[in-house]
């Protein structure tokens, strides 16, 4: 058995050498002005007969030059197959990626095989044991809250981070933060983060870890909004994206700061730009990797509020996040949430956890569906509140920042390789 085993990983250590990453002869030397550098899903490039510039067949991403009218096929056939805007801009802020998109492949390469690795792996720490005060702190959330949260932040014409008011909300955002935390007895820190790609402020509140301060678990989602229709008068409600998971952190934020302080730090985050191509924790995923920061685990909340799959039945995102974090979703789930999850991908970076798991750092990311049956409306202004959507749906995602905040926040886990 043993014996097997091992020959099994070596063979597949291997194929996964023999099969990874590999760039084609020829590089494009002239990109003309409207074009623009892009990672995307192969399939979905192979199948348009796109140029393929390099690709990893481990992660399935291909990087090529696109024009306009390659811009929209990929978008038309993204929509058909129920994905958002089916690839990803390498925004400036990117930065080395933009300068070496080759170089970017590769190391998302070594990354996806490392935990294909554990995958394999035959066991499974992953676990989250039942606790009578997490089970009473997560009957503390409240659906209400969420309610009148993404109403608030869907009122405000827009929340992009390119409109003439990009920090109108962000301001009035903090103020709400900060009069939630009177009174706590967590040491904490609220800040204003500012960006070089984009004026829009991300938001950070600190909860000090007691006895592991250095270990710190990233509770995240992006505050901004985007209308993409060419008509629509140009407001962007955001309601579902992403005034929802904004919201699952901010009431998962209140009833953590009612309990006592956690042993790791917690660092709760509403990004700037991710609209734009992720800018706002692209900037803080390469700072904290620079300052050699131990982010232990990484939950992206984005969209949350529309059970396209059914009520309770959630998705959870296989690309750019971690198998052991994936694993501790399943046993969260089974000790406390009681809904059905059915993986599935984006097939590009399509949220803020694709900026930290760039670097190097853990992440998971559950959605409100699986990708064919998400709310169409988003990047709309019919990304409203209707009675499609659903608070009880999005109370679950509260409680998975709970868990994270709680009992991560107390735990030794982490990703040993
Ligand atoms: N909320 C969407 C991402 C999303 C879409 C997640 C579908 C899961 C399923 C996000 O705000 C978004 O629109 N992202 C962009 C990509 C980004 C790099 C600009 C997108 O998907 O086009
Ligand atoms: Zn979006």
Redesign the pocket.
């Known amino acids: 058995m043993k014996v097997s085993l091992k020959s099994l990983i070596l063979s597949s250590i291997l194929g996964l050498l023999l099969t990874g990453l590999s760039a084609q002869a020829h590089t494009p030397v002239v990109a003309d002005y409207d074009s623009k550098p892009i990672y995307a899903d192969l399939r979905d490039l192979n199948a348009l007969g796109i140029e393929v510039l390099a690709k990893d067949d481990i992660s399935q991403v291909g990087y090529a030059i696109i024009n306009p009218e390659m811009e929209a096929r990929i978008q038309e056939r993204a929509h058909q197959v129920g994905?958002?805007?089916?690839f990803?801009?390498l925004a400036p802020s990117t930065g080395s990626f933009l300068a070496d998109p080759i170089a970017g492949l590769r190391n998302l390469s070594l990354r996806v095989q490392k935990d294909q690795m554990y995958e394999m792996a035959p066991l499974k720490l992953a676990s989250v044991p039942k606790s009578d005060v997490i089970s009473a702190a997560i009957s503390q959330l409240s659906e209400a809250n969420l309610q009148a949260s993404v109403q608030w932040l869907s009122s405000f014409p827009n929340r992009f981070n390119k409109g003439t008011t990009p920090n109108v909300h962000v301001e009035q955002m903090k103020q709400k933060i900060e009069q939630m935390l009177l009174g706590t007895n967590v040491p904490y820190t609220v800040s204003l983060i500012d960006h070089t790609s984009t004026k829009q402020k991300s938001i950070r509140v600190r909860f000090e870890g007691s006895s592991k301060p250095d270990e710190i678990i990233v509770i995240g989602a992006?505050l901004d909004s985007i209308n993409q229709s060419w008509f629509g008068g140009g407001n962007a409600p955001g309601a579902d994206?992403?005034a929802s998971g904004s919201s699952n952190i901010l009431d998962a934020m209140r009833v953590a700061s009612q309990n006592p302080q956690p042993q790791r730090s917690i660092e709760f985050f509403w990004y700037a730009g991710?609209?734009?191509?992720?800018l706002g924790s692209a900037e803080i995923a390469q700072s904290y990797k620079k300052a050699n920061k131990n982010v232990i685990a990484v939950l992206q909340l984005?969209?949350t509020l529309f059970p396209g799959s059914g009520e309770m039945v959630l998705g959870s995102?296989t690309d750019f996040t971690s198998p052991w974090l994936r694993d501790y979703l399943k046993s969260m789930n089974s000790t406390y949430l009681n809904v059905q999850i059915v993986e599935d991908k984006?097939g590009?970076?399509?949220?803020d956890h694709a900026s930290w798991y760039r670097q190097g750092y853990p992440t998971l990311m559950p959605?409100e569906a699986t990708?064919k049956a998400?709310n169409s409306k988003?990047?709309t202004a019919n990304d409203v509140i209707t009675p499609q959507m659903s608070f009880k749906h999005s109370l679950v995602f509260s409680k998975i920042a709970l868990v994270f905040a709680m009992d991560l926040a107390n735990s030794d886990l982490k990703q040993l390789y």
């Open positions: 994905k958002c805007g089916g990803e801009a992006h994206d992403n991710e609209e734009s191509g992720l984005d969209m995102m984006c590009y970076g399509c949220s959605f990708m998400m988003i990047h």
